[in-house]
Each structure stands twice: as C-alpha cells, then as structure tokens.
C-alpha cells in the first residue's frame, strides 16, 4: 500500500529524533527505499528553499530610512501629533474627573482615547513645538478622552 509523503515524512522525523524506539527498529527495508528516493533539503537548489519567517511576524520591527541623507541637513522627527496633545490635556482631565491616577489607569486612558482619535502625523525639527490644534480637533480630543476616563473609572483594571 503506498503511504503519503506526510506519513513518510512524519516517520523520517520520528526516526531522527529517536533513532533506539521500537518503531524506528520495525522500519521495514521498503521505507528506507523510499525515504532514500525523496529529495533532501539539502540537494534542493537555494531557489527553492522557503524563506525563514519569523515566530510573529507582527512583532518583527524593522527600521526604514525614509528620505535621502545628501539632502536632509537637519533631524527632524516623524510624530502622531493627536498623541502629544492627548498627553499634554492627561493631567487636567484627571483632576477634573477625579480618576485614578496610577500609571495603569493613565495608560489605559491615553490608549483608549488615541484608539478613539484619528492619526494625525506630523514632521517637525528636533525640539520643535507641535503646533497649535483647531477647536474642532480640541473638542474631539476631550470627547474621546473624557470618554476614556469614564470608562476606566467604572472598570479599572488594578
């Protein structure tokens, strides 16, 4: 009876790993025939060869340069502005809502707030000052995180 080449395979890893089980010495001459046919990895041309991926490939930072370096003279910094403005008005609206003020609960108030705003990336010169934001964007920024600190009030996770 023909066996599949996932079983062969399978059985060519078990024997590897452990070469003294019985099942390894009950290998019958008809199986080493065939796992002696099968291509190795190592006969395979590099082409061919899969790629290693990582474990997770989410949590895989890789650093890009973006921009030319002839032509950018000074160092500027990629921002999400929303972040900065969000992390300025933290302290006042803790004081006016009367919320926790362990590191946990500010965490998660800024995290729920900027999961509530959209992103708003800025390029500014190193030491540079975001700029000033538009009432309506202000409004937004104190809806969400009033929202927030609610939120964590009622649930807080310490």
Do not use: W
């Not at 024997?15 to 019958?28: D, I």
């Amino acid at each position: 009876m023909a066996r599949t080449k996932k079983e062969i395979d399978k059985d060519l890893m078990y024997k590897k790993l452990m070469p003294s089980s019985p099942k390894a010495a009950r290998a019958s001459s008809a199986d080493t025939a065939e796992e002696e046919q099968l291509p190795t990895a190592a006969a395979a041309p590099a082409e061919f060869m899969p790629a290693e991926e990582p474990l997770n490939p989410r949590r895989v930072n890789v650093r890009r340069e973006i921009g030319v370096p002839s032509m950018d003279t000074q160092p500027t910094v990629l921002i999400n502005s929303m972040e900065s403005i969000v992390l300025e008005k933290l302290d006042s609206v803790l004081a006016r809502f009367k919320c926790c003020k362990c590191d946990r609960c500010k965490k998660d108030i800024v995290a729920l707030s900027l999961n509530k705003l959209p992103s708003k990336y800025m390029v500014l010169m190193d030491g540079q000052p975001t700029p000033d934001i538009d009432p309506q964007t202000n409004a937004q920024v104190l809806t969400a995180m009033i929202q927030a600190v609610l939120a964590v009030r009622t649930h807080p996770r310490h």
